[in-house]
Nanobody, 125 residues
């Protein structure tokens, strides 16, 4: 099982960059597909990006180009680099993990078995 915890969220001004991190304290990163989702007030939880166990990546069409997902298996850490942040990026950001070697439907919350508690990102204009 995974135990995920996000960090790096903070309050920033529009145009700034942030890098979120998510660590699996149980060191079970290898061979798992991972993803970032976000949940803004009044909206449903939204897919942001995913990286599969073979390092292939998938992005929300609306975020591709500003956000970059990456992973460091040796450190059991997932990253989300966010550039040119906008007020509508304000949300709680969650990392999520799947069972080993599973892939497909990367943008579906139902595909992920493990979730972190989230980290708040606030972007002010």
């Amino acid at each position: 099982q995974m135990q995920l915890k996000e960090s790096g969220g903070e309050s920033v001004q529009a145009g700034a960059s942030l890098r979120l991190s998510c660590i699996d304290s149980r060191h079970t990163f290898s061979h798992r597909s991972l993803a970032w989702f976000r949940h803004a007030p009044g909206k449903e939880r939204e897919f942001v990006a995913a990286i599969n166990w073979d390092n292939s990546t998938h992005y929300s069409d609306s975020l591709k180009g500003r956000f970059t997902i990456s992973r460091d298996n040796a450190k059991n850490t997932l990253y989300l680099q966010m550039n040119n942040l906008r007020p509508d990026d304000t949300a709680v950001y969650y990392c999520a993990g799947r069972t080993p070697y599973s892939s497909g439907k990367e943008d579906s919350r139902d595909m992920y078995d493990y979730w972190g508690p989230g980290t708040q990102v606030t972007v002010t204009s």
